[in-house]
T-cell receptor
């Protein structure tokens, strides 16, 4: 019930293409869904987050789509760039992520070829 | 305003030794979290602390692991009698009750030989 399942495990996209990463959860008590970006040797950095009262949130080239009934959410990276090559983690928590523990997916290693 | 500071960045310990990992939260942040990341895995929650209090330690192994966040000084994650399976990256994050959201440090990579 506490799991967040993430797919695919790895993804290769050409420059300018769209990268799509999917996550699914079981616990309906989750109400905060952030995405983190991690470069090698660095800590995860918050990319974008969504609450279940909206179905989509867009920030620049990054969009989260949220399907509450299916208990799924996804990250779309438009016009993918080589600099986007990193590992992406979805996560979920039962709070705003400010005082509640996060449950992370296992990550997706994105490679954007020039 | 420096971010979350973790040290050391890399730590090598022999089996049976103790490992002490330090985390200084961002200025103004009073909540500290520790996560462990095994190779090719996501981060796993270990413990959530506020100053002088452990709020949630549900992810901490029952033995050999302890954490503290004293009134003064950094938060410490202590691993006694380390074993090879403790080799991982340990990340600290901090937040404030005002802004919410996490800021992660760059982690401590522990290698047990």
């Amino acid at each position: 019930q506490q799991q967040v399942k993430q797919s695919p495990q790895s993804l290769i996209v050409q420059k300018g293409g769209i990268s799509i990463i999917n996550c699914a959860y079981e616990n309906t008590a989750f109400d905060y869904f952030p995405w983190y970006q991690q470069f090698p040797g660095k800590g995860p950095a918050l990319l974008i987050a969504i609450r279940p009262d909206v179905s989509e949130k867009k920030e620049g080239r990054f969009t989260i789509s949220f399907n509450k009934s299916a208990k799924q959410f996804s990250l779309h990276i438009m016009d993918s760039q080589p600099g986007d090559s990193a590992t992406y983690f979805c996560a979920a928590s039962m709070g705003q992520g400010g005082s509640e523990k996060l449950v992370f997916g296992k990550g997706t290693k994105l490679t954007v070829n020039p | 305003n420096a971010g979350v500071m973790q040290n050391p960045r890399h730590l090598v310990r022999r089996r049976g030794q103790e490992a002490r990992l330090r985390c200084s939260p961002m200025k103004g942040h009073s909540h500290v979290y520790w996560y462990r990341q095994l190779p090719e895995e996501g981060l796993k929650f270990m413990v959530y602390l506020q100053k002088e209090n452990i709020i949630d330690e549900s992810g901490m192994p029952k033995e050999r692991f302890s954490a503290e966040f004293p009134k003064e000084g950094p938060s410490i994650l202590r691993i006694q009698q380390v074993v090879r399976g403790d080799s991982a990256a340990y990340f600290c994050a901090s937040s404030s009750t005002i802004s919410g959201g996490y800021t992660f440090g760059s982690g401590t990579r522990l290698t047990v030989v």
